[in-house]
């Protein structure tokens, strides 16, 4: 790798930190300014408020700060040697444009790879811990598995298939009690379930199956009831009804949304989830795309101040569009499951063709 290219590489990685640290601490600010009450409601000490940032940074902000940072780091990069003629001197040299942003872009798609493995791992891992403070108790565990949700509350475990916080429905109810040994003796499956007022749950056309603890081999006794009613727990059971697709790694999401189609259920929100999370990495290297370009017209303007407003608006724009696919695919329009590939296609190919027309 030529000197040059490693000074560009060194450069884009330098500024890249720098953006993402600088961040980080501005919104911590921000945060501990707007919302101190709700960090000191953790655990109403240093700790508490250290363990609600420590969370809040990477589940809400970190997958925006990412692809925002590659725009930084790529357009400081280059507009600063833009502005200062460093560029010219690179092609009164012999040496193409093209020749130092490639191992740039390069460094973007390595950036994009990383950015997946954060998100399925530090952010994933950081959102189910705040929802799980945020929403339940020391006496309950909400997790997932092959697409369900599995809720646990003293010797009863609950799967549910899917919730409509809406109507306050469940459908796909299992539920399992075991004795103090930790042997099953009931199970109750129904089609579905409502949560009333009291947060009871009222389970429709139910069959309940009774096991002899004490005789493992034999056969179960089953009754069928068309109603029955389950005292659950306080309004922090109603956590069941947030299947938050944010909690679910992608592998697992995949495998929800298989089970509600076999189900034969809606499953465009989870869907357009899907592909907004597998197309947000790849933001990272279309944001370096679109900045370098901008970056080098400040070779002719002189100005990083005029550059950088373009740059922002470009980055509003996209957000703002992205925003909008999101709020019309929860409302259930198929159409848009496939809203963040378009975006992410008519921006990329804004920027090949800005690409395209640098001058050599």
């Known amino acids: 790798m030529r000197i040059l290219s490693r000074y560009f590489l060194t450069t884009y990685f330098a500024f890249y930190v720098a953006i993402l640290i600088a961040s980080n601490l501005i919104i911590v600010v921000v945060e501990l300014m707007l919302n101190f009450d709700s960090a000191l409601e953790y655990r109403g000490n240093f700790r508490g408020i250290a363990t609600y940032l420590f969370l809040r940074l990477p589940s809400y902000y970190l997958p925006y700060l990412m692809p925002v940072a590659s725009f930084g780091a790529a357009f400081f990069c280059f507009g600063l040697p833009a502005r200062a003629?460093?560029?010219?001197?690179?092609?009164?040299?012999?040496?193409?444009?093209?020749?130092?942003?490639?191992?740039?872009?390069?460094?973007?798609?390595?950036?994009?790879?990383?950015?997946?493995?954060?998100?399925?791992?530090?952010?994933?891992?950081?959102?189910?811990?705040?929802?799980?403070?945020?929403?339940?108790?020391?006496?309950?565990?909400?997790?997932?598995?092959?697409?369900?949700?599995?809720?646990?509350?003293?010797?009863?475990?609950?799967?549910?298939?899917?919730?409509?916080?809406?109507?306050?429905?469940?459908?796909?109810?299992?539920?399992?009690e075991r004795n103090i040994a930790g042997r099953l003796i009931r199970s109750i499956e129904a089609e579905s379930a409502h949560i009333e007022q009291d947060h009871g749950w009222n389970l429709h056309h139910a069959i309940i199956r009774h096991f002899d603890p004490d005789d493992p081999a034999g056969a179960p006794r089953t009754e069928q009831v068309t109603e029955i009613v389950l005292a659950v727990g306080d309004t922090r059971d109603l956590a069941l009804l947030g299947a938050d697709p944010t909690t679910l790694s992608l592998v697992r999401l995949v495998d929800y949304i298989a089970a509600l189609s076999r189900e034969g259920r809606n499953t465009t929100r989870y869907r357009a989830v899907l592909h907004a999370r597998l197309a947000e990495p790849v933001t990272v290297l279309l944001f370096a795309?679109?900045?370098?370009?901008?970056?080098?017209?400040?070779?002719?303007?002189?100005?990083?101040?005029?550059?950088?407003?373009?740059?922002?608006?470009?980055?509003?724009?996209?957000?703002a569009a992205a925003t909008t696919v999101a709020m019309v695919a929860a409302v259930g329009i198929s159409a848009a499951v496939l809203g963040p590939w378009i975006l992410l296609t008519s921006f990329a190919g804004y920027g090949a063709w800005r690409f395209a027309h640098i001058e050599a």
Do not use: C, M
């Open 289 to 319: 795309l679109l900045a370098i370009p901008i970056a080098l017209s400040v070779e002719r303007t002189r100005s990083l101040a005029v550059a950088g407003l373009r740059g922002i608006a470009i980055v509003g724009v996209f957000y």
């Open 85 to 176: 003629r460093e560029l010219i001197a690179v092609k009164t040299g012999g040496i193409s444009p093209y020749r130092v942003i490639t191992p740039v872009l390069l460094a973007a798609a390595f950036v994009s790879t990383l950015t997946l493995v954060v998100n399925e791992t530090i952010v994933l891992d950081a959102t189910k811990e705040f929802h799980r403070i945020d929403k339940t108790s020391e006496t309950t565990d909400l997790f997932q598995a092959r697409g369900s949700f599995w809720y646990q509350r003293g010797n009863f475990f609950y799967n549910v298939e899917s919730a409509d916080r809406v109507s306050r429905t469940l459908h796909g109810v299992s539920v399992y």
